[in-house]
């Protein structure tokens, strides 16, 4: 399965975007891309997934670049509540390709 | 309609007794995980089901941890002779056919093993 390197932690001020890097080197060709943000005491919830380009939702948006060896989740004007723990994973579960393990993710405070 | 819903949501037992955790997953969703994590860490994963049978059980951490599913619903996770460093919060998540990687967490149960 393809490992996924995020940054440990990220700070950032309300109001502004944040984007937030995964480098996944070796995803597979029908792996899909998708992210987690996890509050304490709480599961993880899905925010995004994508393949290839660019998707965006009423949350965040989700930046592939062709060669899908990374990519970059973008909240735009975070807010206080945003503070979390954000989380890559890559896989594709229809072949068996599971992308279990969550890692340690990327701990994001926004600051007032 | 309903979450994914865990039982209890914290169980403090005592070094070597054994300890049943309950999932209930999304009606109707086929795939259901079970993972582990510690305080300040990132999820550790146990094992999958897809409907009542687990073709992934590599992440148990010992024969004292065992999972079954039954009617392709419920989920329990039994760890017997609990140690010490079983304590962690037990996540479950459910995903129905054919979304991908789109999990559905429960709150996790927090289990404390003094």
């Known amino acids: 399965l393809a490992k996924t390197t995020q940054p440990i932690s990220m700070d950032s001020y309300e109001g502004q975007e944040v984007n937030i890097t995964c480098s996944h080197n070796?995803?597979?060709?029908?792996?899909?891309i998708t992210w987690y943000q996890q509050f304490p005491s709480q599961g993880p919830r899905f925010i995004i997934q994508?393949?290839?380009t660019k998707v965006t939702n009423e949350v965040a948006s989700l930046f592939i670049p062709a060669d899908r060896k990374s990519s970059t989740l973008s909240l735009p004007r975070v807010s206080l509540s945003d503070t979390a723990v954000y989380y890559c994973?890559?896989?594709?579960?229809?072949?068996?390709?599971?992308?279990?393990?969550f890692g340690s993710g990327t701990r994001l405070q926004v600051q007032p | 309609g309903a979450g994914v819903s865990q039982s209890p949501s914290n169980k403090v037992t005592e070094k070597g007794k054994d300890v049943e955790l309950r999932c209930d997953p999304i009606?109707?969703?086929?795939?259901l995980y079970w993972y582990r994590q510690s305080l300040g860490q990132g999820l550790e994963f146990l094992i999958y089901?897809?409907?009542?049978?687990?073709?992934?059980k590599s992440g148990l951490p010992s024969d004292r941890f065992s999972a079954e599913r039954t009617g392709g619903s419920v989920s329990t996770l039994t760890i017997q002779r609990t140690q010490q460093e079983d304590s962690a919060v037990y996540l479950c998540?459910?995903?129905?056919?054919?979304?991908?990687?789109?999990?559905?967490f429960g709150s996790g149960t927090q289990l404390s093993v003094l």
């Open positions: 070796n995803i597979a060709t029908n792996d899909y």
């Open positions: 089901f897809q409907g009542n049978s687990a073709p992934d």
């Open positions: 994973l890559v896989g594709d579960p229809d072949t068996g390709r599971r992308a279990l393990t």
């Open positions: 009606s109707g969703h086929t795939a």
């Open positions: 994508g393949y290839k």
């Open positions: 998540a459910s995903s129905p056919l054919g979304e991908g990687e789109k999990l559905f």
